[in-house]
Nanobody
Framework: QVQLVESGGGLVQAGGSLRLSCAAS????????MGWFRQAPGKEREFVAA????????SYADSVKGRFTISRDNAKNTVYLQMNSLKPEDTAVYYC?????????????????WGQGTQVTVSS
């Protein structure tokens, strides 16, 4: 069992930056690929980024590539999402998720555990 708690969301102006954190419980954090997803009002949950067990493999949605960076610190049981050059269309609730697969990937059904989410609002 893995419990995930996101933090770091908030209100930011367009062009600004935020760093989201996701703290995981349990001693097997390094055995999970981690992903970030987001869901805007009235829209389906969409993939943002994922990182493999030990971090060498990352993947990103085209909409955030070059602006967002996913990273992890297995010693701290934490995964991060650095978000730069934020746009109003990035406004959503952001969720982190854990997957027993090696890379995680873009499909929500590949993930076994989910956090409660943190709100990110980007004003124009």
């Amino acid at each position: 069992q893995v419990q995930l708690v996101e933090s770091g969301g908030g209100l930011v102006q367009a062009g600004g930056s935020l760093r989201l954190s996701c703290a995981a419980s349990g001693r097997t954090f390094s055995s999970y690929a981690m992903g970030w997803f987001r869901q805007a009002p009235g829209k389906e949950r969409e993939f943002v980024a994922a990182i493999s067990w030990s971090g060498p493999i990352t993947s990103y949605a085209d909409s955030v590539k070059g602006r967002f960076t996913i990273s992890r610190d297995n010693a701290k049981n934490t995964v991060y999402l650095q978000m730069n050059s934020l746009k109003p269309e990035d406004t959503a609730v952001y969720y982190c998720a854990a997957s027993t697969s090696y890379t995680g990937g873009p499909h929500p059904r590949s993930y076994d555990y989910w956090g409660q989410g943190t709100q990110v609002t980007v004003s124009s």
